[in-house]
């Protein structure tokens, strides 16, 4: 990191955004995965592909923004504007059965993008950003780059990944692990007692 984002990390510190205590754990069934990335990114591919192969029951909602270049950081946070909004709104709404299954509910974000030089990795480093993300009425998983680059956005985010495609798996383990366990656990014992006979 450079010695402005040092700056910025040590200052985003001081105001708490990196405690453990405000983070929050991922949902164990989310009923949609909010997903910020740009549309020409590799990592687009590698996230949905994951998804889809892990958990196709569960639907990507896709908010497109740029991942570097000036105008990235202004563009990744409207991103995330629009998934907040959503996510709050919906949760507003579940209580009224007429809005039920009219459109998915965020619970989960993921916000990804794949390796580069440390200057394209450069808006994650964004304080404005590192702010919006902090502000998330969801869980925020942010998978940048590969697994040796940190970004300010990886301290703030709820869920570290070391790389998207990991992100993407993440968030899958979490609904595998609370919602296949029993029946492995199941099949497990009726495998084991077959083999007894």
């Given amino acids: 990191m450079s010695h402005g984002a040092t700056c910025n990390k040590a200052k985003l510190e001081a105001q708490g955004l990196f405690d453990a205590a405000r983070k929050r754990p991922l949902p164990l069934m989310p009923r ?3 997903l910020v990335t740009s ?3 590799a ?4 996230v949905v592909s994951t998804l889809q192969r892990r958990v196709p029951h569960i639907p990507v909602l896709l908010v497109p923004a740029s991942v570097q270049g000036a105008g990235a950081p202004a563009e990744l946070i409207e991103s995330l504007s629009k998934l907040y909004l959503l996510a709050q709104s919906n949760q507003a709404l579940e209580s009224d059965l007429s809005y039920k299954n ?3 509910v965020v619970d989960v974000i993921l916000l990804v993008r794949g390796g580069g030089a440390m200057e394209d990795l450069w808006a994650f480093n964004d304080e404005a950003l590192a702010q919006a993300i902090a502000q998330s009425p969801v869980p925020v998983l942010c ?5 040796t680059d940190f970004t300010i956005a990886d301290f703030v985010a709820d869920v570290r990944a070391p790389t998207p495609t990991a992100a993407a798996e993440l ?3 979490r609904v595998w692990s609370k919602n296949c366990s029993p029946v492995c656990a199941r099949l497990w014992l009726s495998a084991s007692s077959i083999w007894r006979i």
Avoid: F, K, M, Y
């Fill in 43 to 46: 990592a687009l591919h590698d």
């Fill in 32 to 34: 949609a995965i909010g």
């Fill in 171 to 173: 968030v899958a383990w």
């Fill in 102 to 104: 009219q459109r998915p």
């Fill in 39 to 41: 549309l020409g990114a």
């Fill in 143 to 147: 998978g940048v780059g590969h697994e």
